[in-house]
């Protein structure tokens, strides 16, 4: 089974006009698709409002946000991409004082292993 995913361009416009290489193919295409994922807020996206993360309703603005708590709801986000098995590694830093969260992650899919940084 092979998974294919539509290449982002350009200021993450999906890549159009150049038939196959506009195409991501199985550990490539997991990782596009975490990174896109992890691109959504929550009930952003009018086919699956469920879908991306909490960013107003458990994020942005609340009071006494732990990074243990950002690193889950980006670890459960991760995991519910089809294709992913599991993360192997985790790496954050939250900033409190302005607020701003870095990662890196090393994910097993089907396929092999892919790296998201940052997203």
């Known amino acids: ?41 929550r009930g952003e996206w009018w086919e699956d409002e469920n879908l ?27 995991l519910q991409t089809t294709g992913v098995q599991n993360i192997s590694t985790l790496v954050s830093v939250f900033n409190t004082s302005n607020r701003t969260y870095q990662f890196y992650c090393e994910v097993n899919t089907i396929y092999g292993t892919t790296s998201i940084t940052n997203v």
């Open 52 to 78: 991306g993360l909490p960013m107003w309703q458990s994020l942005l603005g609340v009071v006494g946000t732990k990074k243990e708590s950002i690193d889950r709801i980006l670890q459960d986000e991760i």
């Open 1 to 41: 089974m092979t998974t294919r995913y539509r290449r982002l361009g350009t200021n993450n416009e999906p890549a159009m006009g150049r038939g196959r290489q506009d195409f991501l193919l199985d550990v490539e295409a997991v990782g596009q698709a975490v990174i896109t994922r992890l691109g959504f807020w």
